[in-house]
RNA sequence: GCCGGAGUGGUGGAAUGGUAUACACGAGGGACUUAAAAUCCCUUGCCUUCACGGGCUUACGGGUUCGAGUCCCGUCUCCGGUACCA
């Protein structure tokens, strides 16, 4: 075998790996398990780019080394194949989006196999097929026919909620959801219930329910969005705006597991960033309900002096029966400083509440918010808008009148919809009332500034706070919320700012739905007749009718009759539980069987990016704990350990043009020939100081483009063209534009000028003034790697060139894994001479295999088994960059040393091997071992004893600075060496003449004189 | 605004409170070669010095410590998340 040739052994053992299943995981093993979960990727039509295997080779590497530490690994890979952008291009080419898909995936696993993951293909599953989605839709029938019961906190099946209604009524049932949805009745009531009236009762307690809702709907994708799929008013896929709308819509019931998804958090092995960013989104938060009563509208219309004379009466003769108004706090204590209440424009009570004076005003800001879109109203945060309903409410605490608006600060879906305004307490409603001319009073003798903005201190002692004056933030609370429940107007509640999951998408590609319609009331289809299929349809358009697409397909019906759902399910159904049917993906009984969902249990580390931090992780956490009250899974959360994969930013290289003035001359096909300029250059005129315009440097600047000016009109004698010299405002002496230029036009910056010139038809003619070595320097920025900014790297480039070894080597090397870093391909070489040294070690001068069988010198086992000590220490911290550092400086020292010994290099290519898995199945197999066996070996086992030194060298060091080095045996004592330091010219060389106050030894690390 | 995270050479980065700048890229010099590629050797934080050496340096300002990139307090900058959530 002669030099290191990636490209051959590579290509022979990924062949080799395919041909005998060598990753093929059994179900059951003597040894312990281990599942490594990559995140499950959407199959784009633009492949990968160098920045998207990180996370994967990453997991690869600890897949490889577990299995050599003797786990069973489960190590899967598939596709979450439905979703928008194939379906967007089907609509564009009429494609069907399953032939895209299909032809995406095989990109994707032609990538994934070049690279050498080591994956279970036989455990691919791909969540548009029917086999697959069939498992997903009958998960959500077990949503649809469950319901949440507080009492056990638990999903439990409708049968059971069905015979309580039939043995008690509705009667005592505390149920996850809003009870204001829900009827009561009596058992008896419940046994004469039609059957759609017993289904219409029974649909507000489903976990999968259908209401009226306020959604994300996304005009130009036809679609509502969930709210993690809207960033900023657009949305993600696509960037199209978003606006609010009420629509009936199916649900899931996530807030129902709201505290339970918060206190798994605390036992998992995740990022602090993504357990904080969970819990933010789920928002709990601890207050009280206070209910304040509503005054009619004959009170509204008294003249303000007879207000005052009537303060008396107002609760026996103004106070309108059966009205009032809810509003949620968590600073109950601020109560006396509320002075007016604010509805939500969506309030159910405004239509009613507003007076006939304020009703034009009412109905106007009401229309003006519609209008509104949610994208206006986040960047406009900072403008207060409001108005007066008319109407009064009674403060509960001390019946003080108190005046209601409307404001579209809040939300109409969160809390109750309406809020107790405390303006010298809260910023929002101080900067409300200082804008409507609403009094501001003190509450506590703690506040300070109210004159210029709310002070929401929980210090100081209460003022003008009738019965909680002079007490504490603590007792106050407490005090109020006890007299607020003695009189029945007002309770402590936890509220949570996260809504339950829309669950319908208007689209095409994605799961249908299995729900049908019987006069007009919505049956789960029966678990028998799964899969429901995704039918063909003409065009994957909305109708004419503005039904969703699956509204085209042709005698869609349930048992023939009956029609269909016709939205299908978000992106995130599928993937909230496929790392389930990986444990035995080609179950055609059960999702996945019982015996091997109680091997596999749960993931060990899952490997993802941070943006699935709220979604996904979320939903797949909900989806786990409502199996687990099934008794369908076995384990307390899904994914164990996770870890972030930092995102690999492009750098992208710029050159700057010169503007010029041209007169232009149409009939003549002329390329105007653009001036490009060095990066020095560039940077020389911008920095225009007079001392650089009376330099040479300047004047030969100038010369040249005189020179490119005066050639220019030699060639083209027609065209006027003169420098835009001069920009006035700034004093600089010439414009420059920036443009991007395609990074595989550069190399280390240095622009290749003919492949720019060949790149874009205006270059073809274009002049560059050059670096004083004749080079033409771009100059750089770190971006995102997209498309647009032509800084992408493509994976099977560099593979072609330098072998995947070398890229996984190479993506590891970069820095640390969770870390964001910038993509540089010069640094590639680097690990690529690392792996022609190494196999330099069994090939010298890359002619034949050539070890001997001499016993190794301490020196050498040493190095060895520094290396084994630390790779393994480097891995279970996940720190792969400082391993190849390690590698790099073990293959540097033993080639220094000559080493050609099996005793030693056999264990390296080990320790190589989850990095470099085909370089070392190479090595191993020249070794003389059986082919293909590396990840069924065993571990080098690390041994201390090589590593003890007979002496070692101390630092001595005067106040802190190191001044020397000295020798001493290793089992020299303290005192020894401070005896020894002391007698030596150490001092006497370094110490000024002054003598030591004190000695610090260090045992084994250093020795500090303190002087 | 709030919640996370990070600031170390020209670049990516390393460093259980114990010799800061390992490893690699880039740059400079040299060897081999007709030449190129490949490979090998030397130099490479900054300032100062012919040199030996000396001084400074981990965003900035303080503190704790015999000793701080690392711990504590304050400030600044950048990145990510999130936001009328009552």
Not at 113 to 129: A, I, K, N, P
Not at 354 to 364: I, L, S
Not at 644 to 670: A, D, H, K
Not at 923 to 930: D, F, P, V
Request: charged share 25%; glycine share 6%; with cysteine.
């Amino acid at each position: 075998m002669p030099a290191y040739r990636p490209e051959e052994i590579e290509k022979k053992w990924q062949a080799h790996w395919k041909a005998h299943s060598t990753f093929r995981t059994e179900n059951h093993s003597d040894k312990p398990k281990y599942y490594v979960l990559d995140m499950f990727p959407y199959p784009s039509g633009a492949g990968l780019h160098v920045g998207h295997p990180l996370g994967y080779i990453a997991s690869d590497i600890v897949t490889r080394y577990k299995r050599l530490r003797g786990f069973n690994v489960l190590h899967p890979m598939g596709f979450d194949s439905f979703g928008l952008p194939a379906e967007q291009y089907a609509i564009q080419t009429g494609r069907h989006p399953a032939l895209t898909t299909e032809k995406n995936i095989e990109t994707y696993v032609q990538q994934l196999s070049s690279l050498g993951f080591s994956y279970d293909w036989s455990r691919e599953v791909r969540t548009s097929d029917a086999s697959y989605y069939k498992w997903t839709q009958w998960i959500f029938l077990k949503l649809f026919n469950s319901w949440y019961n507080l009492d056990a906190d638990r999903a439990e099946p409708l049968t059971e909620l069905t015979a309580r209604f039939a043995a008690t009524g509705s009667e005592g049932i505390r149920a996850a959801g809003d009870d204001g949805d829900r009827l009561s009745f009596s058992a008896g009531q419940w046994a004469l219930f039609s059957e759609k009236q017993k289904l219409a009762a029974v649909l507000p307690y489903r976990l999968a329910y259908q209401q009226d809702t306020y959604v994300n709907w996304c005009p130009g994708l036809g679609t509502v969005l969930s709210n993690d799929e809207v960033k900023d008013g657009l949305s993600e896929r696509g960037g199209f705006p978003v606006e609010r709308r009420l629509m009936p819509q199916w649900n899931l019931r996530i807030t129902a597991y709201a505290d339970r998804l918060l206190q798994g958090l605390d036992q998992l092995d995740w990022p602090d960033a993504v357990k904080e960013m969970q819990r933010n989104w789920i928002g709990k938060s601890i207050g009280a309900e206070v209910t304040f009563p509503v005054l009619s509208s004959e009170y509204s219309v008294l003249s303000s002096e007879t207000k005052a004379d009537e303060a008396a009466s107002l609760t026996t003769q103004y106070l309108l029966p059966n009205t009032e108004i809810k509003v949620y706090t968590t600073r109950v204590d601020t109560i006396y400083g509320a002075t007016f209440l604010v509805l939500a424009p969506e309030h159910e009570l405004v239509d009613e509440l507003t007076t006939p004076e304020q009703r034009a005003a009412v109905d106007e800001y009401i229309a003006a918010t519609k209008r509104r879109s949610e994208r206006d109203r986040m960047t406009d945060v900072k403008a207060v808008s409001g108005v007066f309903t008319g109407a009064y409410a009674l403060n509960p605490v001390n019946n003080e009148p108190v005046p209601i608006w409307l404001a579209d600060y809040v939300l109409a879906g969160y809390g109750t919809g309406a809020v107790m305004a405390v303006p010298s307490g809260d910023q929002r409603d101080y900067l409300f009332a200082k804008h409507f001319n609403l009094p501001i009073p003190a509450i506590s003798d703690a506040q300070q500034g109210l004159d210029q903005q709310a002070d929401p201190t929980k210090e100081g002692r209460y003022i003008n706070s009738g019965i909680i004056n002079g007490l504490t933030y603590k007792e106050a609370t407490q005090k109020l919320i006890a007299f607020l429940e003695e009189k029945g107007l007002g309770k402590g509640k936890v509220n949570f700012r996260q809504r339950d999951a829309i669950f319908g998408r208007q689209r095409y590609w994605g799961e249908p739905i299995p729900i049908y319609y019987k006069d007009g009331t919505a049956y789960g289809i029966a678990e028998s007749d799964l899969p429901l299929v995704l039918p063909e349809i003409d065009e994957y358009k909305p109708t004419e009718t503005g039904e969703p697409p699956l509204g085209r397909a042709q005698d869609w019906l349930y048992k023939g009759k009956y029609p269909y759902e016709l939205s299908t399910m978000p992106g995130w159904a599928g993937s909230s539980w496929y790392y389930l049917r990986y444990m035995d993906p080609t179950n055609e009984a059960r999702f996945v069987s019982e015996e091997a969902e109680h091997y596999w249990g749960s993931v060990d580390l899952y490997m993802g990016g941070a943006e699935h931090a709220t979604g996904h992780l979320l939903y797949a956490r909900f989806w786990y704990l409502f199996l687990k009250d099934l008794g369908l899974v076995s384990s307390n959360e899904p994914f164990q350990k996770l870890i972030n994969q930092g995102m690999i930013l492009g750098r992208s290289n710029f050159v700057y043009q010169m503007w010029m003035q041209w007169q232009t001359i149409p009939e003549e096909e002329l390329h105007f020939p653009q001036i490009y300029v060095s990066k020095s250059f560039k940077e020389a005129m911008s920095q225009n100081s007079e001392e650089f315009k009376s330099s040479e440097k300047y004047a030969s600047y100038l010369a040249q483009i005189d020179e490119i000016i005066s050639r220019t009109r030699a060639k083209y004698p027609h065209l006027k063209m003169s420098l835009m010299r001069h920009n006035a405002p700034t004093g600089e002496y010439a414009y420059f534009s920036k443009f991007h230029v395609d990074v595989n036009h550069t190399d280390n910056d240095v622009l290749n000028i003919s492949a720019f010139r060949n790149w874009r038809n205006e270059n073809r003619n274009a002049e560059f003034i050059l670096e004083e070595d004749g080079t033409f320097i771009c100059d750089w920025e770190v971006e995102k790697m997209s498309k647009s900014k032509h800084n992408v790297v493509n994976p099977n480039i560099l593979i072609d060139k330098y072998g995947a070894d070398a890229l996984r080597l190479y993506e590891m090397f970069l820095g640390p894994l969770e870390q964001y870093k910038p993509w540089n391909t010069n640094g590639i070489s680097g690990v690529s001479g690392f792996l022609k040294k190494f196999w330099r070690l069994f090939h010298p001068e890359d002619g034949p295999l050539a070890l001997t069988d001499e016993p190794a010198t301490p020196a050498e086992l040493k190095v060895l088994h520094r290396a084994i000590q630390k790779a393994q220490e480097d891995i279970e911290k996940f720190s792969f960059n400082t391993s190849v550092s390690l590698f790099m400086i073990t293959v540097n020292e033993l080639t220094a040393l000559k080493c050609h010994k099996r005793a030693i290099l056999e264990p390296l290519v080990l320790l190589v091997s989850p990095y470099a898995p085909h370089l070392a199945e190479e090595l191993w197999q020249e070794l003389g071992h059986k082919a293909g066996s590396i990840s069924t070996a065993s571990y080098p086992e690390f041994r201390e004893e090589f590593l003890v030194e007979d002496t070692v060298t101390y630092p001595l060091a005067i106040n802190g600075k190191v001044r020397e080095q000295m020798q001493f045996a290793a089992a020299a004592t303290a005192a020894e060496i401070e005896t020894a330091v002391l007698a030596s010219d150490f001092l006497a060389k370094h110490g000024e003449g002054k003598s030591a106050k004190k000695v610090i030894v260090v045992p084994g690390r250093m020795v500090n004189v303190v002087v």
